[in-house]
């Protein structure tokens, strides 16, 4: 029986005009091209006589993104909260692969495109810990995600405005799938992002919204602008500046006394002196050129130069956020700096004797060579004048040698070694970050193994735990939460060990932890009969 539905591409083939045997166009085809678009055209009738029915179209996804997460929130708080919704096919609480802390978010999948909306709506911001979880439709393709369709930035956001209250003020103007405002160590950064699904209500919101008062804030609105982009113009106004920053001045010298400084370099279009409230200079200042030539010429000429018993300090003109962002980069260039420096000469020394001072230290590990530091960690403590008066030992310190070499020796030949009533203990000393990072890796392992250990012994099973949700329980929805499966799902071993109970279908496992509300499994009571008393159970010691 032929299929009254062609495929796609079939579909395609028919909609494309061709030119038929009869048509006029034929009249200018060759007799080979008019046999070779018969042909076409019975193939494609052919195809279409034969073509299977197509596979019905997927359905929506239901999967909503949850973030703004409490490290603690787990998976069975989010199913008490979005199964009151509708039912929930599957919940993920994403972690870390090595430590097995949360990242902030998870996933929730529900069975039905409905109850996804109505979470959307009902359960956005809602109070998790003490923290509004902002939710949203989870895209799982990147490019999609990253795209800036619909996108806007809003800069200049009172303190006070969060996330519920950004998405009240711009949800008006179209469907919103995200909004979230900046935020560091809990305090908004004054700037944030509305993701609409359509360009015309992010057009909308611009147009409406630029310039108003938000809070008695004026803010402004307009088209996010990627990332890349946004470096590209950066690089690219640094590369034609012509804004010029001088410092270093004497404060006697006048803002007309500047301009004609500048001018014989080129023309200029602003010169401003910072002043005090009395009007007296603060030293610095910003002059802007029409031509980046100018400007250019400007900064190499006068940098470091002297200006009336002053040396100059003159260069382009910087915003804030990006002298911030430059000034970073210097400390964290100068702390890896110090790092490498320090990097397998210094040494930890713990288990010392409470009468052990820095004097004491350094004698002892002077015999392997020549020692820049040698200090004892203590609890300082402020004297009565205001002064640090050092505290008791810690129990451990630092000695820092003046090569690698020399490093190596001692901790070879100094740990275990006794000093005073106790063993010490040497090593090279690590970065913060690295201990930690190599304990969590420790942790993890150790982790991994116990959960093996169970499974290599014949007849047992890693204990599992299973949360139970109230009323029943949602099928498998992929990774993160494991539902429970039906009884005859629990896998049974080809052989029981001597000594092992005889597994039998639809028992439960050994060290299966039945939620609440889960359906007895096996063979149990009849029908009308309550539980078993002491002496129905045997009674037998």
């Not at 402004?220 to 990332?227: C, E, R």
């Not at 980046?292 to 915003?319: G, I, M, N, P, S």
């Not at 397998?344 to 004097?359: Q, S, T």
Request: glycine fraction near 8%.
């Amino acid at each position: 029986m032929s299929s009254p539905v062609a495929s796609a591409d079939v579909q395609a083939a028919a909609a494309v005009p061709v030119a038929t045997a009869a048509s006029p166009a034929a009249s200018h085809l060759t007799l080979e091209q008019q046999q070779q678009i018969a042909a076409a055209q019975a193939q494609a009738a052919q195809a279409a006589h034969y073509a299977p029915v197509p596979a019905a179209a997927p359905t929506a996804s239901a999967s909503l993104y949850v973030g703004e997460l409490d490290p603690s929130v787990n998976e069975a708080m989010l199913f008490e909260m979005f199964n009151s919704v509708g039912p929930v096919a599957s919940i993920r609480v994403c972690r870390d692969a090595v430590t097995r802390r949360s990242l902030g978010y998870a996933y929730v999948n529900f069975h039905n495109v409905s109850d996804g909306e109505r979470a959307l709506e009902t359960l956005n911001y809602t109070l998790i810990k003490n923290r509004p979880c902002r939710i949203m439709w989870s895209q799982r393709d990147p490019a999609l995600r990253k795209t800036g369709t619909g996108n806007i930035f809003i800069k200049n956001l009172d303190a006070s405005i969060d996330n519920k209250a950004l998405h009240d003020t711009f949800s008006a103007f179209g469907n919103i799938l995200s909004c979230k405002v900046a935020t560091e160590d809990g305090q908004s950064k004054g700037y944030g992002f509305v993701h609409y699904e359509t360009h015309e209500a992010a057009e909308n919101a611009i147009k409406h919204v630029n310039g108003m008062l938000l809070n008695d804030k004026k803010v402004y609105v307009g088209h996010h602008i990627a990332k890349k982009e946004r470096q590209s113009k950066v690089e690219e106004m640094k590369a034609n500046f012509t804004n010029v920053y001088i410092k270093n001045l004497d404060p006697e010298v006048t803002q007309e006394e500047v301009e004609a400084l500048f001018t014989k370099f080129g023309p200029i279009t602003s010169c401003v002196i910072s002043s005090d409230e009395s009007g007296r200079s603060k030293g610095f200042g910003f002059i802007n050129f029409e031509n980046h030539e100018d400007a250019k010429r400007a900064v190499d000429e006068l940098h470091d130069t002297d200006y009336k018993d002053k040396k100059l300090f003159v260069t382009r003109a910087q915003k804030k956020g990006e002298r911030e962002e430059e000034l970073k980069k210097q400390y964290e260039q100068q702390k890896l700096e110090k790092l490498s420096k320090y990097q397998g000469v210094n040494l930890y020394v713990k288990n010392l004797d409470d009468d052990i001072d820095d004097e004491r230290l350094r004698q002892e590990f002077s015999v392997y060579g020549v020692i820049t530091s040698a200090k004892v960690m203590r609890d300082e403590k402020p004297g009565a004048d205001g002064e640090e008066v050092k505290g008791p030992s810690k129990g451990f310190g630092f000695v820092c040698f003046s090569s690698p070499d020399e490093a190596t020796k001692a901790v070879t030949e100094m740990n275990s070694r006794m000093i005073g009533s106790k063993p010490i203990y040497v090593a090279l000393a690590q970065r913060k970050e690295v201990r930690k990072s190599q304990l969590e890796a420790q942790m993890a392992q150790r982790q991994l193994r116990m959960q093996q250990i169970p499974g290599q012994i014949p007849g047992m099973y890693p204990p599992q735990l299973f949360y139970a949700g109230p009323g029943g329980f949602p099928p498998q929805g992929g990774r993160g939460m494991v539902y429970p499966g039906q009884g005859g799902m629990v896998p049974r071993p080809r052989w029981v060990s001597p000594g092992q109970p005889q597994m039998h279908p639809g028992a439960p496992m050994p060290g299966y932890a039945m939620g609440q509300g889960f359906p007895p499994m096996g063979q149990g009571r009849p029908r009308g009969q309550g539980p078993r008393t002491q002496s129905q159970r045997g009674g037998a010691a």
